[in-house]
Structures are given as structure tokens and as C-alpha cells.
């Protein structure tokens, strides 16, 4: 099969290097390679001016987070009894919950107990979007609301494969989920009661990821698409998008030498801070921490600001065509 050429004008970045820093999140709020643009709100009904609207979308679009030190998901006393890894089911890593349709899935929990978590997760599902909406209001009409997750695991050596291993560096890709294109804006909390961060490193940007990586990858096949998709593997067609991105997310965690040599700066989340970050586009690995919240919502990058930084236009312009 044909690997993915990159067009003429694509180049390696001469300028990439091994870095490795910590980031203090709260003390320091802004290093070179990963942007963190920090504000200071506790609430999330906070109304935000213009300028931090506009700053903190194109923060974000352009790979960086937006951190809050102090914008916390409180547990009601009742609540805090979930603060235990048992309140997720064997074999998984994550309760959801999908405001959509109010499903709960991945809990141990039967019965009132199974009630009362659902409405915790739909209360962080409500409290994400309003801070999305208020903080993002260019996205808010397109904006799609998908899965809302519980993470009670620790997130160091809670793997069971390589590929499934989010300690290491990868973009965010879903073998059942295509996106088309659409990308993967997330809201994150660290709920952790005994005072323990949630540790990320962040990786080197998406076009140097897919400089790295594409050249590497083999051409999706249609046919093969069309099928899993009838076998119901995959809930949409799996787009040349989607082949890219999922044998990014692969190659990525299943390269030894680069996991150990790309460039990567690790940030230190502590508990009763948020953040929001684009999954797709910003390499990330979660290395340690446990409770954590998290909401995804999915735009499409025509909703963008600036959408030819979006991971599709940037690897459509390395291939020189439409990919969804
Ligand atoms: C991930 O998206 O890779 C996991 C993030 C986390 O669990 O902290
Ligand atoms: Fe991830």
C-alpha cells in the first residue's frame, strides 16, 4: 500500500530539540514550548470580557491550555463517598456519561448509588459547557456536546497494552469513533481529595508530530472503512482523517526511541484546578493522578477561528487533498 507523501513544501523543523522542563501550573504560568495561559476565576458562571474570550480561543487553537488554579468541581459530603477507584467496573478505566441521552456507563454502582453518580457527572457536563460557553462564545452555536468521564483509576500503570497506555505521548484518536474531522476540545478537573496532581508531559506540536509520523503511514482503504462500518466497529465511516489520526495515535505510543527522545515538558495539575485543551492536536500524556473529571465536546473546524490550524487542514495541506 502507498504510504502518505508529504507535499513539496513540507519541511522538517530544524528547530526541534529535546527539552524537558516542569511546569508548576500556579507559580509559572507561561513557558516557551507549552503555552498555558492561566486565569484566575473560581466560578463557572464566570462572565469573561471580550479580550479573554478572544485570547483564550486563540490560545488554545494555537496548542496552547487555558488553566484555572482555582476553578474547582466540588463534591457535595455525599458525593465523596464515589472518591474510591472500586466506583469504576473491572477492566475499565472510566465511568461516562452521555448527556445526549443520559446513559451511565462503566460503573460498578447499581441502583440509588448508580442515580446519584449519573447526576454528579451530569452536573460537571452542565457546569463544562457553561464555562465553555461563556470562555468560548465563537464556538457555542456548532459546539457538540459528547462524553462526560469519571477517572477514579491512578493513571500510572493502570494500562493493560501498549496502545491503550496514556502514559504515553499521543494525540487523541478513537477506533469506534470517528470524528471526520471534528475536533476533540476537552474540559479536565482534578478532583483528587488528598491533594495529589494529575501530571501530563506535553509533546512537541502537531505538525512536527505528523512531520515525524506521516511519511510512515500506508493509505486507508475505502472498502475497509465501508466494512467496519456495516460491522458496526466503527459508529461512522472511518474517514481518511480518521486512518490518519488513529495510526498517529499508534505509531506515536508504539515508538519506543521517540517516546523517549521527543521533546516534552511536564505539567503538574493540582486538585480544585480545571483546564481545557484541544486532545487532537496537543501531544499529551497523563503519567500520574487519580479522581478526575473530563468533557469532550467535538467542532467542526470551519467553527474555528482560525481553522488552518485545525489537525485536518494542516495534514490536508501535507497531503495535498480533502482527507474528510
Ligand atoms: C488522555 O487523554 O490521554 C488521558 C488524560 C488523563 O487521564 O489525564
Ligand atoms: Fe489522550
Given amino acids: 500500500m502507498a ?5 513539496r ?4 523543523d530544524p528547530h526541534l530539540h529535546r527539552v524537558n522542563f516542569t511546569i508548576e501550573l500556579g507559580r509559572k504560568g507561561f513557558v516557551d514550548m507549552v503555552r498555558v495561559q492561566t486565569i484566575e476565576e473560581d466560578s463557572w458562571q464566570a462572565v469573561y470580557s471580550d479580550r479573554q474570550q478572544e485570547e483564550a480561543t486563540r490560545e ?3 496548542g496552547g491550555l487555558v488553566f484555572f488554579p482555582r476553578l474547582a468541581f466540588t463534591l457535595s459530603e455525599a458525593e465523596k463517598r464515589f472518591l474510591v477507584p472500586d466506583a469504576v467496573g473491572q477492566k475499565v478505566k472510566n465511568v461516562s456519561f452521555d448527556i445526549r441521552n443520559g446513559t451511565l456507563r462503566g460503573s460498578a454502582l447499581e441502583g440509588a448509588d448508580a442515580a446519584a453518580l449519573r447526576a454528579m457527572l451530569d452536573r460537571y457536563a452542565r457546569q463544562a459547557l457553561a464555562l465553555v460557553r461563556s470562555l468560548l462564545p465563537h464556538y457555542a452555536p456548532t459546539l457538540e456536546q459528547a462524553r462526560t468521564s469519571y477517572r477514579p483509576v491512578e493513571a500510572a500503570g493502570r494500562t493493560t497494552s501498549w496502545r491503550k497506555d496514556d502514559t504515553r505521548l499521543h494525540v ?35 505538525e512536527a508530530v505528523a512531520q ?12 475497509y472503512a465501508r466494512v467496519l462500518r456495516a460491522l458496526g466497529i466503527t459508529k461512522s465511516l ?5 486512518h490518519i489520526m488513529l495510526q498517529m495515535h499508534d505509531r506515536m505510543k508504539a515508538d519506543k526511541n521517540y517516546q523517549a527522545t521527543a521533546a516534552s515538558a511536564q505539567l503538574r495539575m493540582p486538585p480544585g484546578s480545571t483546564w481545557i ?16 473529571m473530563e468533557q469532550t465536546f467535538l467542532l467542526r473546524p470551519a467553527a474555528m477561528l482560525d481553522p488552518s490550524v485545525s489537525p485536518l487542514r494542516i495534514l490536508e495541506r501535507m497531503v495535498g487533498r480533502a482527507l474528510a
Fill in 212 to 223: 515525524r509520523f506521516l511519511p510512515s503511514i500506508a493509505a486507508s482503504s475505502p472498502g
Fill in 172 to 206: 487523541d484518536a478513537f477506533p469506534s469513533s470517528p470524528n471526520q474531522g471534528q475536533r476533540l476540545l476537552r474540559v479536565f478537573s482534578n478532583i483528587n481529595p488528598a491533594g495529589k496532581d494529575r501530571v501530563w508531559n506535553i509533546g512537541e506540536p502537531f
Fill in 277 to 292: 485543551v484541544y486532545t487532537d492536536s496537543v501531544s499529551h500524556a497523563a503519567l500520574s493522578g487519580q479522581f478526575m
Fill in 238 to 242: 472511518r474517514t481518511e482523517y480518521d
Fill in 3 to 7: 504510504a502518505f507523501g508529504l507535499a
Fill in 9 to 12: 513544501d513540507a519541511k522538517p
Fill in 60 to 62: 488554545i487553537e494555537n
